[in-house]
């Protein structure tokens, strides 16, 4: 009785069929109570729910034996499937069923066989599309953009080649993984070069961007580089080369090598001097005004072992100004005595106090509390407990023990505050020229810097008679060298020890002031500036005054720093400085501080500057690299912060900010390739000489390059050119850009005003991207002009005046004209 159904059954059965998703939203059931003859409700409600209980519903194998009896399940609702076979008995569909429907169908005298057997795992089935779809939503979130900052390859060391890749990606993650593949060269295949993966650069727990850790060995230059990121984010670029600027060779008769030992502040300081004496057409000493403080310390002695028991004596005097003439001795009555001082010239004699069996009673706190209260004693020394002990242990009677002030150096280094100099080198030095601050040896380690500027000094004396380039710059500019900017901490590491960073002046209170903390005292000069320091809560120095970046007491407390703040005052047409530093190889420019919370950095300098330093960098660098091939990564050039770290209170930024100098630094020695290992090795702050020789030449063709640039400045009449590029369009929108011809900045309006220095000024879109794109959404008349870094000004146009040559371009939005 296949076909029993009637006419009513089969309405209802229909509804029941179609209704699920009615039921299954918690309407009433429709059928129950109904008079429906083989559907009762019980049977249709509940059971098949497209909810989250599937509830068993199946794909099942249904048998009849004709087309009609098919016809008939589609009469009834039956949810079948496309698919059909013929089969010994008749006709196999597929049916979504219930075990309720099932049943029905069964009592209506169907063949309803098993379960389609692959479409039996479904909660396998949607475990598994719940985890894919997931990933697929995350990959979703995960599709990066990927931002290409720099792609170059370079030759360094024995003319070996390397390609540098930096690539900054939208999903800032560690999980993100970019890896980059290269050619071998034009025409080559992509990922024919090699395939290597990046790193990820973070500071201050910020991402910045990926790049190579060390500049990868590649045997071609490739021309193009992919880099894919696992989050599926993809960007190729092409691969430029960095550096090998060709330069015209020194003249014939060009005169180099001057050092042939490392020196020290009394040296250079002498050799400068004698500089001048030989040179007085073209040179002067300038005597900076704020002494140091010299190569000099107070006399100290330290007693006692244990913590509790010890304390250190502390000449009033410096040790070369009496304080190494005073002496202590600790004795022990025979009979039963109080605390007692005596002095007797500059001999100082403690007599402990005893008890009747004659053992000590005095304790260290005592003894340094006596001496203190002891008007003669304490006007020769001072005493302290041990690093803030209590000083409760009983002290030891000890000899009469001489104080000293441990320096080391020969006489021949003075213990007078020390008069720091810097050579004045000019044809004309009366302030009409560029004037370029070239200085070395902020810090005392670094013994390489000082050979860089008495070679650079000696290069431009040596040759201006004979050499025309170097004629020309002594013709142009207002040179000054100050070979050593550090003389006391410096005069300390040559011969007493050799890893002093900072000057010698001891801020530290006497708790932290005992003689073992020595070689901790002084105050880092490169963090004793006056912007963005530690005392504006600038990130990258100390108040610890045993801090390796001790920024002192306060800013400028120290005459070094003084007297570099003194020199650009003096002279204002002082328009670059270059701050000499060791190690590592670097080329850097302000801003060089960030705060810590968001690394909020100084002030970015603009793109147009930016630009400029870029291409100064690259005419700088290849000078550096004529030498012996040292190439200066562009991984290590650019601003302190984006390839270093934050120096708080540093010397560039000093003159960057507070005078509008172009403020560089150097990290002269750049690592050495050792091919044998395939590995980059740094070389320290004082390499063997033959090492350090070898980075006071390189160096020392960049202080000139450096001098070359700011001639170059110096005579530059030339006006820049600039271009509007529209970038992209759609319907609503333009996208647009500046190029310059030169670096320059440009400034513009959109409002179609007259374009002045304070309409909007084009930025970069990143830190190391290229500039902004400018999108409106509807024709635009864009008015603007450019400004290079030495004022020209594109079409001689004058901001602050009233004529109308400015540039001027419509762009063009469509629908909207
Ligand atoms: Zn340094």
């Known amino acids: 009785m296949r076909s029993s159904l009637t006419g009513v ?67 009834l609702g039956v949810d079948l499937a496309e698919y059909r076979r013929a089969v010994d008995d008749g006709i196999e569909v597929h049916a979504v069923l219930s075990p309720g429907e099932a049943r029905e169908l069964r009592g209506k005298g169907f063949d309803v066989r098993d379960a389609v057997p692959n479409q039996a795992g479904f909660a396998a089935n949607q475990a598994e599309r719940r985890i894919a779809m997931s990933a697929a939503a995350t990959a979703a979130q995960r599709d990066d953009t990927l ?47 090699g395939t290597a993966t990046l790193s990820r650069f973070t500071d201050a727990g910020q991402y910045m961007y990926h790049r190579f850790d060390y500049p990868l060995p590649v045997t071609q230059a490739p021309a193009r580089v992919t880099v894919r990121s696992s989050r599926g984010g993809s960007v190729t670029v092409p691969v430029t080369k960095w550096l090998g600027e060709r330069r015209t060779p020194p003249g014939r008769h060009y005169v180099s090598d001057f050092v042939d030992h490392y020196m020290d502040p009394t040296e250079v300081t002498r050799r400068i001097t004698g500089l001048a004496a030989e040179f007085p057409r ?107 002990d209590r000083g409760d242990g009983l002290v030891a009677a000890a000899p009469a023990t001489r104080l000293t002030d441990g320096l080391k150096a020969p006489q021949s280094v003075s213990r007078e505050p020390f008069q720091m100099k810097a050579l004045r080198i000019g044809a004309k030095r009366d302030g009409s020229r560029v004037g ?25 004396l040596r040759n201006y008679a004979h050499d025309p380039r170097t004629r ?64 504006d809560g600038y990130s990258g120095a100390s108040s610890d005054c045993t801090s390796a970046v001790f920024a002192g007491p306060a800013e400028l407390s120290e005459p070094e720093d003084r007297n570099q703040v003194w020199l650009t005052r003096k002279y204002p047409n002082i328009r670059f400085a270059m701050n000499t530093h060791s190690y590592g190889g670097y ?65 560039a930024d000093e003159h960057w900010y ?50 070359e640039v700011a001639r170059a400045y110096a005579n530059d009449r030339r006006r820049p050119d600039s271009e509007l590029k529209v970038t992209g369009r759609d319907d609503s929108s333009a ?34 991207e290229g500039a902004q794109r400018i999108t409106v959404n509807r024709t635009t008349e864009v008015h603007w002009f450019s400004v290079d870094v030495a004022g020209n000004v594109e079409r001689g146009y004058r901001p602050g005046g009233t004529d109308r040559n400015y540039r001027s371009q419509r762009v063009e939005v469509r629908g909207n004209r």
């Open 282 to 388: 073209i040179t002067q000493v300038v005597d900076l005004p704020y002494r140091t403080n010299g190569y000099r310390r107070a006399a100290q002695a330290q007693f006692g072992t244990a913590p509790a028991s010890t304390f250190h004596v502390t000449s009033t005097a410096y040790g070369s100004q009496g304080g190494n003439d005073v002496s202590l001795a600790l004795t022990r009555p025979e009979t039963a005595s109080a605390l007692k001082v005596s002095v007797t010239g500059k001999d100082v004699v403690v007599g402990l106090a005893t008890d009747a069996s004659g053992a000590i009673t005095s304790t260290a706190r005592q003894v340094v509390e006596a001496l203190n209260a002891d008007p003669a004693a304490s006007a020769l020394l001072r005493a302290s407990t041990y690093r803030g």
């Open 472 to 535: 020309k710059i002594i013709d142009d500019l207002d040179i000054f060298v100050l070979p050593t900017a550090n003389p006391d901490g410096a005069h300390y590491s040559f011969y007493d020890y050799n890893m002093q960073r900072k000057n010698m002046t001891n801020h530290c209170p006497a708790r932290s002031a005992d003689p073992a903390s020595r070689n901790s005292w002084g105050v880092d000069l490169n963090r004793n500036f006056s912007v963005g320091s530690l005392f």
């Open 436 to 460: 370029v601050f070239l200085y070395c040896q902020e810090h005392a380690r670094e013994w390489v810097t000082p050979l860089v500027c008495v070679e650079t000094a000696e290069r431009l």
């Open 9 to 75: 059954g089969r309405a209802r059965a229909v509804a029941a069929f179609v209704l699920p998703v009615v039921l299954a939203l918690g309407a009433s059931p429709v059928l129950a109570g109904s008079a429906a003859p083989a559907l009762s409700g019980e049977e249709v409600v509940p059971d098949r729910q497209p909810s989250t209980a599937q509830d068993g519903v199946a794909l099942l194998r249904v048998v009849v034996p004709d087309q009609a009896a098919v016809d008939r399940l589609n009469a």
């Open 735 to 768: 996208t647009f850009t500046f190029t310059t011809d030169e670096p320059a900045n440009v400034y513009y309006t959109l409002d179609g005003s007259r374009p002045t220095l304070n309409s909007r000024k084009l930025v970069s879109s990143g830190v190391r």
């Open 587 to 651: 080329f850097m420019w302000p801003p060089g501080s960030y705060k810590e919370a968001g690394r909020e950095t100084l002030p970015r300098v603009d793109l147009g500057t930016e630009n400029y330093f870029w291409e100064a960098s690259r005419h700088i660098l290849s000078a550096v690299q004529e030498r012996r091939g040292t190439a200066i990564w562009p991984g290590r050039t650019g601003p302190v912060p984006d390839v270093l770290y934050s120096a708080a209170g540093n010397s």
């Open 147 to 193: 931002t290409p900052l720099r792609a170059e390859w370079f030759t360094s060391t024995d003319d070996r080649r390397f390609l540098s890749v930096e690539v900054k990606s939208s999903a800032t993650d560690a999980e993100t993984v970019l890896t980059a593949t290269w050619d071998s060269g034009p025409g080559t295949p992509p990922g024919s070069g």
């Open 658 to 707: 507070n005078r509008g100098i172009i403020g560089w630094d150097f990290e002269v020695g750049a690592d050495l390739y050792d091919a044998a290992t395939g590995r980059f090795q740094p070389v320290g702050f004082q390499p063997p000489f033959t090492e350090g020789h070898e980075e006071a030449m390189e160096f020392s063709g960049g202080q000139i390059a450096i001098l």
